[in-house]
Every structure is written in structure tokens, then in C-alpha cells.
């Protein structure tokens, strides 16, 4: 466990009209204590990035170990920390000498809010106050204009620095995409949704409905969903609007039975079996405990949800169904390269081979799986990659040896996007993860 100061209670912080008026207040020693500690949780941090672990899990153990650190704390260090890594391909160039300007330059990038601790952070790393208040007033320009501000610091922020040299090609509408995190998705179930949309009011929490869906939330301010009754008793689900869209393009009917092959930690079994209003039957395995974990305690929580039947798979002997499953989704392991704007780390750990060894576990799980899908069944393929190597041409590949099935036209429940050979839902045509869905058809 790292051995760290914690910091008091911020204080109320001021409106700040002048960015050279750094605090009326002498609140120093508070503020070196949180420089300092985001610094050294920092370097345990990159260790861990080093050896290709997601940074995520770290905090979370972290912060959940060290429960001294209030949520400000908390999010200044995970804000400062995520910025690093989302503009990895630029700042990695001071990490070695000017960390701290390093730190609070990722956290300035990433459009987080401008306050007493973040000018005296300025001072205190020679970051001039008309950088800060350049990035602060035009935080939501793309990265071009961002890179023009911090030119006299990073030498050629070149846009192609941003991603790994495989995704070069990006168009700039793209990149300026993956380097801005996407909002919270909601999504909403049969309750009395007002009574959540008060407690959002009371928290001063801004949200808006996916325009034409009244089950689609999106909440664009930080909020903790803990202090809300409705979320702890199962009312609400945290998922993404591209994951959303997995399952409406199932289509799963009422008293039918669906198999959720890969159900992660439940967050489309569980709208699979909303879909069925708790009628039927989803079967929902997941070869990984810790995960299996997650998914018995959602659907305990979800009271009204009684057609989940979670099973614990070794990946190789099928499950036992009442009768063959009318539908199978294959939510693949993959790159999950569609996810950077959450977890930006993970675009410097991808490799050519990496890509290959999952279209080639892709292509064998599913040739494995749709020998459950009976005539006329429907097959669900799904990935949050944003490679062809994983979505297109394991689906192309699979049909040349599979020739009892075929692709069905889909559309995208939110953007009317069309394909007929599988749809890809990308940044910023959708402001969610990157996510190829396929929908196939035995015949």
C-alpha cells in the first residue's frame, strides 16, 4: 500500500475572474500535499502500465485500500492520470523531467475544470497562466487547436503521435473523437423514472434523454450513482449506448430463450432479459470467477428480472437448455480497442499480433457456438473493436465455411445507420464506444 498524506476537505472553491489571482487564501501546504500525491501514485501507476495491466483496476484497488482520499482527491488524481495516458503520444516527453507539468497538462487537455489548485499547480511547474487559460477557455476545441497552445512546450504535437501507428489512417474527426471521453449512459427501466430524475436535480447533475427514448440517459456531469436509492435497488443500469444498441439489434421476443455467451459482468444479459419483460429465459456464461462474481450480483439486484440463469463455463461442454435457444449472442473477447476513450492506456499495448490472436479465438468461438443455433435461429456477433481484422473479416470468414448462414441487414437503433454486412458504430457518429454488431441467420 503506498504510504501517502491525505488532504483535508477542499474548500469552497471561488470564481476565478483573474487567472493570475491564485488563491485569497493561503491553502499551500493542502495543495503540494495533493501535486505530490498524484505524482507518486502516478509512478505506481506506470508500473503497472509498463507491464500492460489496466491502470482502472489499479485505482479502483487503490482507492478503495486508501479511503482516506474524499472524492475531490480522487478525482484530481484519476483526471490528471487519464489525461496522461489519452495524450500519451505527446507528454510522455516531459514524464521523464517535468512530470508534474506532465500531470496537470493531461489533466488541462482532457477539458477538466480550471480551479484555485490547478493555477497554484500551474506556478509551481512554470506552466505559463495564458497556457492554462487558453486550454481552459477553448476546451472544447479538437486536438489541432490544442496542439498550437502547448507547441512552445511539446515539440511537434503531431496528431499521428496520439495513436498507435496502426490507426495512422484516422481521419481527424475521428481522433478529435477518441480523445474525449465519452459521457455516462443510463439506461432506464420500467419504474418511477421521476423520482431518479429529482435525485439528478438535487445533486445538480445536467443529463438529456437520446432524443425519441425515453429509456436512454445520458449524464454529462459527474455524479456518484451510490447516493442514488434507485440505482442500488437494480432500477437503472450504467451501459453504453453502443452496448445498448447490441441488444435491440437482437430483438430477443418474449417467452423466447437466449444465450449470452461471453456475459462479462451482465450488462447485456441484463437488457436481454429486460427486452423479454423477465419472460423466457437468458442463459448468461462467463468462463472468468471474478466476472461471474459480478454478473450473480446485478441480476440478484435487479428484483424484477427472475429469466436469468447464470451459469459458470469452462468454455467447452455446452449448456443444458430447456430446448435449443432461439437466439445466441457471441459478444467476442477482443482488442477492445473500441473502449480507448474510457481507457486510453490500452491503445499503447496493441500489436499486429495481438489483433491476430483474437480474430483467430473470434473465428473459433463461433464456429464452436453455432452448432446451438438451431434453423431459422438467430446469431448475434458482436466485438468492441474498432479493427476489420476482428469484425469484418472473421464475419466473412466464418460465412465461407458456414454456409448455412447469412448476414441480415441491420440498422442502428439510434443514428438509422444501414449495412448489410455488419454495422460499425464509431466515434462521433455515436458518442459511445466503438462497437461492430453483426446479426446472422441459419437457414
Same mark, same amino acid.
Given at each position: 500500500?503506498?504510504?501517502?498524506?491525505?488532504?483535508?476537505?477542499?474548500?469552497?472553491?471561488?470564481?476565478?475572474?483573474?487567472?493570475?489571482?491564485?488563491?485569497?487564501?493561503?491553502?499551500?501546504?493542502?495543495?503540494?500535499?495533493?501535486?505530490?500525491?498524484?505524482?507518486?501514485?502516478?509512478?505506481?501507476?506506470?508500473?503497472?502500465?509498463?507491464?500492460?495491466?489496466?491502470?482502472?483496476?489499479?485505482?479502483?484497488?487503490?482507492?478503495?485500500?486508501?479511503?482516506?482520499?474524499?472524492?475531490?482527491?480522487?478525482?484530481?488524481?484519476?483526471?490528471?492520470?487519464? /489525461?496522461?495516458?489519452?495524450?500519451?503520444?505527446?507528454?510522455?516527453?516531459?514524464?521523464?523531467?517535468?512530470?508534474?507539468?506532465?500531470?496537470?497538462?493531461?489533466?488541462?487537455?482532457?477539458?477538466?475544470?480550471?480551479?484555485?489548485?490547478?493555477?497554484?499547480?500551474?506556478?509551481?511547474?512554470?506552466?505559463?497562466?495564458?497556457?492554462?487559460?487558453?486550454?481552459?477557455?477553448?476546451?472544447?476545441? /479538437?486536438?489541432?487547436?490544442?496542439?498550437?497552445?502547448?507547441?512552445?512546450?511539446?515539440?511537434?504535437?503531431?496528431?499521428?503521435?496520439?495513436?498507435?501507428?496502426?490507426?495512422?489512417?484516422?481521419?481527424?474527426?475521428?481522433?478529435?473523437?477518441?480523445?474525449?471521453?465519452?459521457?455516462?449512459?443510463?439506461?432506464?427501466?420500467?419504474?418511477?423514472?421521476?423520482?431518479?430524475l429529482e435525485f439528478?436535480?438535487?445533486?445538480?447533475?445536467?443529463?438529456?434523454?437520446?432524443?425519441?427514448?425515453?429509456?436512454?440517459?445520458?449524464?454529462?456531469?459527474?455524479?456518484?450513482?451510490?447516493?442514488?436509492?434507485?440505482?442500488?435497488?437494480?432500477?437503472?443500469?450504467?451501459?453504453?449506448?453502443?452496448?445498448?444498441?447490441? /441488444?435491440?439489434?437482437?430483438?430477443? /421476443?418474449?417467452?423466447?430463450?437466449?444465450?449470452?455467451?461471453?456475459?462479462?459482468?451482465?450488462?447485456?444479459?441484463?437488457?436481454?432479459?429486460?427486452?423479454?419483460?423477465?419472460?423466457?429465459?437468458?442463459?448468461?456464461?462467463?468462463?472468468?470467477?471474478?466476472?461471474?462474481?459480478?454478473?450473480?450480483?446485478?441480476?440478484?439486484?435487479?428484483?424484477?428480472?427472475?429469466?436469468?440463469?447464470?451459469?459458470?463455463?469452462?468454455?467447452?461442454i455446452m449448456p443444458?437448455?430447456?430446448?435449443?435457444?432461439?437466439?445466441?449472442?457471441?459478444?467476442?473477447?477482443?482488442?477492445?480497442?473500441?473502449?480507448?476513450?474510457?481507457?486510453?492506456?490500452?491503445?499503447?499495448?496493441?500489436?499486429?499480433?495481438?489483433?491476430?490472436?483474437?480474430?483467430?479465438?473470434?473465428?473459433?468461438?463461433?464456429?464452436?457456438?453455432c452448432k446451438e443455433?438451431?434453423?431459422?435461429?438467430?446469431?448475434?456477433?458482436?466485438?468492441?473493436?474498432?479493427?476489420?481484422?476482428?469484425?469484418?473479416?472473421?464475419?466473412?470468414?466464418?460465412?465461407?465455411?458456414?454456409?448455412?448462414?447469412?448476414?441480415?441487414?441491420?440498422?442502428?437503433?439510434?443514428?438509422?445507420?444501414?449495412?448489410?454486412?455488419?454495422?460499425?458504430?464509431?466515434?462521433?457518429?455515436?458518442?459511445?464506444?466503438?462497437?461492430?454488431?453483426?446479426?446472422?441467420?441459419?437457414?
Amino acid at each position: 500500500m503506498l504510504s501517502l498524506n491525505p488532504s483535508p476537505p477542499l474548500p469552497t472553491l471561488l470564481h476565478l475572474t483573474k487567472f493570475s489571482d491564485i488563491t485569497k487564501v493561503d491553502y499551500s501546504a493542502r495543495y503540494l500535499r495533493q501535486i505530490e500525491n498524484s505524482c507518486h501514485i502516478f509512478k505506481n501507476v506506470h508500473a503497472c502500465f509498463l507491464n500492460q495491466k489496466p491502470i482502472d483496476v489499479f485505482l479502483t484497488k487503490f482507492f478503495r485500500k486508501n479511503r482516506q482520499f474524499g472524492s475531490k482527491d480522487r478525482r484530481l488524481i484519476s483526471n490528471s492520470i487519464f /489525461g496522461f495516458y489519452r495524450w500519451y503520444g505527446w507528454l510522455s516527453q516531459l514524464m521523464e523531467k517535468e512530470l508534474e507539468k506532465a500531470l496537470l497538462l493531461g489533466y488541462l487537455l482532457d477539458s477538466n475544470p480550471v480551479d484555485q489548485l490547478v493555477l497554484f499547480w500551474g506556478k509551481q511547474c512554470g506552466l505559463a497562466d495564458h497556457v492554462i487559460q487558453n486550454l481552459h477557455n477553448n476546451r472544447n476545441n /479538437g486536438f489541432k487547436e490544442k496542439g498550437d497552445v502547448i507547441s512552445s512546450i511539446i515539440s511537434n504535437p503531431d496528431p499521428k503521435y496520439l495513436n498507435p501507428s496502426l490507426l495512422h489512417h484516422w481521419s481527424d474527426s475521428v481522433i478529435d473523437a477518441f480523445q474525449k471521453r465519452p459521457n455516462i449512459w443510463i439506461r432506464l427501466t420500467n419504474f418511477n423514472q421521476q423520482r431518479f430524475l429529482e435525485f439528478l436535480d438535487s445533486k445538480e447533475v445536467s443529463y438529456r434523454y437520446f432524443p425519441n427514448r425515453k429509456d436512454v440517459l445520458e449524464i454529462l456531469s459527474p455524479i456518484n450513482l451510490y447516493e442514488s436509492k434507485d440505482y442500488n435497488l437494480g432500477y437503472l443500469e450504467v451501459q453504453d449506448i453502443s452496448s445498448q444498441a447490441v /441488444g435491440l439489434i437482437c430483438r430477443p /421476443g418474449e417467452g423466447e430463450i437466449w444465450w449470452d455467451v461471453c456475459a462479462g459482468s451482465g450488462g447485456k444479459t441484463l437488457h436481454l432479459a429486460s427486452l423479454m419483460n423477465g419472460s423466457g429465459s437468458v442463459v448468461a456464461s462467463e468462463i472468468y470467477p471474478k466476472r461471474f462474481n459480478e454478473l450473480i450480483k446485478r441480476s440478484n439486484k435487479n428484483k424484477k428480472l427472475k429469466n436469468i440463469k447464470p451459469i459458470l463455463w469452462n468454455g467447452k461442454i455446452m449448456p443444458v437448455f430447456d430446448r435449443q435457444p432461439d437466439g445466441v449472442l457471441v459478444d467476442a473477447p477482443c482488442s477492445c480497442s473500441g473502449t480507448w476513450r474510457r481507457s486510453p492506456d490500452l491503445r499503447w499495448h496493441i500489436t499486429q499480433q495481438k489483433i491476430a490472436y483474437y480474430a483467430s479465438l473470434q473465428f473459433k468461438l463461433l464456429s464452436n457456438i453455432c452448432k446451438e443455433v438451431p434453423k431459422n435461429g438467430v446469431l448475434v456477433y458482436a466485438t468492441c473493436s474498432v479493427f476489420e481484422e476482428e469484425n469484418e473479416l472473421v464475419v466473412n470468414r466464418f460465412l465461407e465455411t458456414h454456409t448455412d448462414f447469412s448476414l441480415q441487414p441491420i440498422t442502428c437503433p439510434f443514428t438509422t445507420q444501414k449495412s448489410e454486412k455488419g454495422l460499425r458504430l464509431f466515434p462521433p457518429n455515436i458518442d459511445g464506444n466503438g462497437m461492430y454488431i453483426a446479426r446472422l441467420i441459419r437457414f
